[in-house]
Nanobody, 120 residues
Framework: QVQLVESRGGLVQPGGSLRLSCVAS????????MSWYRQAPGKERDLVAA????????NYADSVKGRFTISRDNAENTVYLQMTGLKPVDTAVYYC?????????????WGQGTQVTVSP
């Protein structure tokens, strides 16, 4: 059974920092591209950041470039999202995503989501 378990988010003041983690089980972690998405109320789920299999490539939404950093530890089956300079517009439910091939079939899995609220 595949599970992606995100750490608890929380309430952060503007300008603050927060690190999210996502631990994967049931997959060969190093075979999967890992991403973080977010969904604000009434909006679509959007890509925040993505990282290649061994951390050699990155992709960030323009709105978070220079503030957020994605990283992964394949030995620990964990992907991280370090968020700094948080703004109220970063308030959303953050989701961990894994995408990769298993038995030549493209697989995609999601975590349950974790709420991040940025407010004074």
């Amino acid at each position: 059974q595949v599970q992606l378990v995100e750490s608890r988010g929380g309430l952060v003041q503007p300008g603050g920092s927060l690190r999210l983690s996502c631990v994967a089980s049931g997959i060969t972690f190093s075979n999967y591209y890992m991403s973080w998405y977010r969904q604000a109320p009434g909006k679509e789920r959007d890509l925040v950041a993505a990282i290649a299999l061994f951390g050699g490539g990155y992709n960030y939404a323009d709105s978070v470039k220079g503030r957020f950093t994605i990283s992964r530890d394949n030995a620990e089956n964990t992907v991280y999202l370090q968020m700094t300079g948080l703004k109220p517009v970063d308030t959303a439910v953050y989701y961990c995503n894994a995408k990769g091939y298993a038995n030549r079939v493209l697989r995609e899995y999601w975590g349950q989501g974790t709420q991040v609220t940025v407010s004074p």
